[in-house]
Structures are given as structure tokens and as C-alpha cells.
């Protein structure tokens, strides 16, 4: 299976300023997920980055927020911007088919203060 | 929508008690199921799958087996270790682009 390095690992940042966060796979990858893990809870999808093309949000979660780059098929970013204390959360990238099953990076965790 | 429901913790158990972690799931179709395991300050990782009904995934000790008529995935281990303290996440896929996680357990095995 894919390999994910992820970093940041963790960083704790002011509020309004930005986060941004990458994704790098050893392996050329169709799809990368990005998740947020609030403390203490289940995962929630944030955005689905397919390259060569805009990356699909989830309900409740908007490009100018969480603007998201996908430049080609080993690497993804994801920016988290004007940020609040709100925003604190793990957020992690993962690849894989749904039905087969995702690798996950190791996680940004993330303090906003 | 699809959904997963999965049985609350914190679960404290002894080394070698047996584990039982129940999840349940709403799904308009036939899912793929899965468990992932989050040891401290990591990330996900895959733990068992199944991908129909009647099918058992197994990994590590861990099984977990597909069953449709209870729309049931629960995870079972006999003898727990101390090294298998962390959460547990099930989840479901039926779509190209849909993994739906339960809110996790999490499981703490003493000494």
C-alpha cells in the first residue's frame, strides 16, 4: 500500500493567520482525502482533491476557508486560513478506493491560539 | 444516508480479557466494512476489512465478520495486549467516494 508523508506534524498558530499543510505519496494516486479529527471525534471529510481538476467539498466546508491544491499525482495541499481557535483539530490526508480500503499520513496536529 | 453507529467507550479491559467493540450500519446498498486502528499521535490505519456479506476479515488477532442480516460488523479479539491500546474507528464505503467513520472506541488494556 501507499506510503504518506504528511507534515507538519503539529503546530500551534495564531488566530487569522494560515496553516497549510502537505501531502506527499510515493505512489501516483487518482484520489486524496483530506479529514478533520476535532479532539475527541470521529472523522469528518473535508474536501476530495482529484488532480487536474477543483477539489470537491463537503457540506459545511468551503474552498475559501479550506483552499486546496492537487498539482500532480504524488502531492496535495490543504490551507486552513483566517483561522480561530474553532479550527484546533488533527487533519489528515489519506489515499486509497473507498472500497478497498485508505492509507492515512500521520496527522497535523493543530492549536490555535 | 449511510451511516455507522458504533459502541461507546472508553473500554478498559485486563491483558488477555476478550474484546468485543460493536458497530452497526445504515446502508441504502452492500458496503464494503472496515476497521481502523489509531494508536497515539498517528494517523489511521486499516485493520481488518470485509467486502460482503458472510465474509470475515482478520488481522492481527482481530476478526470482524459481515453480517447482513443484523447489518452488523462487530470486532472481537480473545486476548488482548497491553500494545493494542488505541482507538478503533468502523467504517463503511458503498460509493467511489464516500468513507463514512463511526465515532470510534477507544480501548485501554492494563498490565
Known amino acids: 500500500s501507499a506510503v504518506i508523508s504528511q507534515k507538519p506534524s503539529r503546530d500551534i498558530c495564531q488566530r487569522g493567520t494560515s496553516l497549510t499543510i502537505q501531502c506527499q505519496v510515493d505512489s501516483q494516486v487518482t484520489m486524496m482525502f483530506w479529514y478533520r479529527q476535532q479532539p475527541g471525534q470521529s472523522l469528518t471529510l473535508i474536501a476530495t482533491a482529484n488532480q487536474g481538476s477543483e477539489a470537491t467539498y463537503e457540506s459545511g466546508f468551503v474552498i475559501d476557508k479550506f483552499p486546496i491544491s492537487r498539482p500532480n499525482l504524488t502531492f496535495s495541499t490543504l490551507t486552513v486560513s483566517n483561522m480561530s481557535p474553532e479550527d484546533s483539530s488533527i487533519y489528515l490526508c489519506?489515499?486509497?478506493?473507498?472500497?478497498?480500503?485508505?492509507?492515512f499520513g500521520s496527522g497535523t496536529r493543530l492549536t490555535v491560539v | 444516508g449511510n451511516s455507522v453507529t458504533q459502541m461507546e467507550g472508553p473500554v478498559t479491559l485486563s491483558e488477555e480479557a476478550f474484546l468485543t467493540i460493536n458497530c452497526t450500519y445504515t446502508?441504502?446498498?452492500?458496503?464494503?466494512l472496515f476497521w481502523y486502528v489509531q494508536y497515539p499521535g498517528e494517523g489511521l490505519q486499516l485493520l481488518l476489512k470485509a467486502t460482503k456479506a458472510d465474509d470475515k476479515g482478520s488481522n492481527k488477532g482481530f476478526e470482524a465478520t459481515y453480517r447482513k442480516e443484523t447489518t452488523s460488523f462487530h470486532l472481537e479479539k480473545g486476548s488482548v495486549q497491553v500494545s493494542d491500546s488505541a482507538v478503533y474507528f468502523c467504517a463503511l464505503s458503498e460509493s467511489n467516494n464516500d468513507m463514512r467513520f463511526g465515532a470510534g472506541t477507544r480501548l485501554t488494556v492494563k498490565p
Open positions: 446502508a441504502t446498498g452492500y458496503p464494503s
Open positions: 489519506s489515499v486509497g478506493e473507498p472500497r478497498v480500503g485508505y492509507t
